[in-house]
T-cell receptor
């Protein structure tokens, strides 16, 4: 079983739609959680950290369920510019900065 | 600030050749790391460094060497290239080993024939 699992997609949605991505992780001792965004043939960039109480950044909302070992990302009012691959990333306890990446979920926002 | 820079952007090698992928950062970050990204695999950690003079192995270190003689530079050496090392290589840095955000370079696309 992969340490971090994501649905690879692609998710094809119309502009203005709401879309949600899910991610599960296997290491219950994981400490920190993130969503990174990766545009085609580019480097990953931090989109947002994920906090236990849930957090929001504009149109983006991240949720963490430690009991179910589950992370989610909700994007409201999708824009064409949101088209990218979204990487679920987990940092284990005591792991320094050794990140474990999911394979990513591809989002395509269409007119 | 240039951030994290990597050279070359593209490279084609023959099996058995050696080469060095360069990585530099100008943010005075303590922590630097190398990942490889393959289809269906996600990014995997090759080697990392928590400061100048200190390096350690990640998840997939075989076939690669690193050194960290300065804070700024963290080159990755392929000792004897194999087709299995065909991949996209990303260098990343963060201020400290426990910092939340890592900054990635633009990547090096390597093909080994």
């Amino acid at each position: 079983r992969k340490e971090v699992e994501q649905d690879p997609g692609p998710f094809n949605v119309p502009e203005g739609a709401t879309v949600a991505f899910n991610c599960t992780y296997s290491n219950s001792a994981s400490q920190s959680f993130f969503w990174y965004r990766q545009d085609c043939r580019k480097e990953p960039k931090l989109l947002m950290s994920v906090y236990s109480s849930g957090n929001e950044d504009g149109r983006f909302t991240a949720q963490l369920n430690r009991a179910s070992q589950y992370i989610s990302l909700l994007i409201r009012d999708s824009k064409l510019s949101d088209s990218a691959t979204y990487l679920c990333v987990v940092k284990p306890t005591g792991g320094g900065n050794k990140l474990t990446f999911g394979t990513g979920t591809q989002l395509k926002v269409e007119l | 600030n240039a951030g994290v820079t990597q050279t070359p952007k593209f490279q084609v090698l023959k099996t058995g050749q050696s080469m060095t992928l360069q990585c530099a950062q100008d943010m005075n970050h303590e922590y630097m790391s190398w990942y490889r990204q393959d289809p269906g695999m996600g990014l995997r950690l090759i080697h990392y460094s928590v400061g100048a003079g200190i390096t350690d192995q990640g998840e997939v270190p075989n076939g690669y060497n690193v050194s960290r003689s300065t804070t700024e530079d963290f080159p990755l050496r392929l000792l004897s290239a194999a087709p299995s090392q065909t991949s996209v290589y990303f260098c990343a840095s963060s201020q400290r080993a426990n910092s939340n955000e890592q900054f990635f370079g633009p990547g090096t696309r390597l093909t080994v024939l």
